[in-house]
């Protein structure tokens, strides 16, 4: 079974940057899908960003163009750069690993806020 632990949320500015990893323990396939979800206070959980063992990668509007999602294989971990966030990207953070089974993590937090 694989774990997925998130880390690197916490208060940001609008306008500053924040990266998030997400470190996958355990054998990942060779075959998955990876994505970032948000979940604000008082709403449904989001889909932001996902990306394939192929390197695709697709993005919410909401997010498409500040956002990027990366995969480092070699090191099992997911990144998510936030670069110019905004209040309204406040929220717990997890990700997701799609294998033959569906894994998350626990979530980070980040509050943006000046």
């Known amino acids: 079974q694989v774990q997925l632990v998130e880390s690197g949320g916490g208060l940001v500015q609008p306008g500053g940057s924040l990266r998030l990893s997400c470190a996958a323990s355990?054998?990942?396939?060779?075959?998955?899908?990876m994505s970032w979800h948000r979940q604000a206070p008082g709403k449904q959980r989001e889909r932001l960003a996902v990306?394939?063992?192929?390197?695709?990668?697709t993005y919410a509007d909401s997010v498409k163009g500040r956002f990027t999602i990366s995969m480092d294989n070699g090191q099992n971990t997911a990144y998510l750069q936030m670069n110019d966030p905004k209040p309204d990207d406040t929220g717990v953070y997890y990700c997701?690993?799609?294998?033959?089974?569906?894994?998350w993590g626990r979530g980070t937090q980040v509050t943006v806020a000046s």
């Open positions: 355990g054998r990942i396939p060779s075959f998955y899908v």
């Open positions: 997701k690993l799609d294998t033959d089974r569906s894994n």
């Open positions: 990306i394939t063992s192929a390197g695709s990668t």
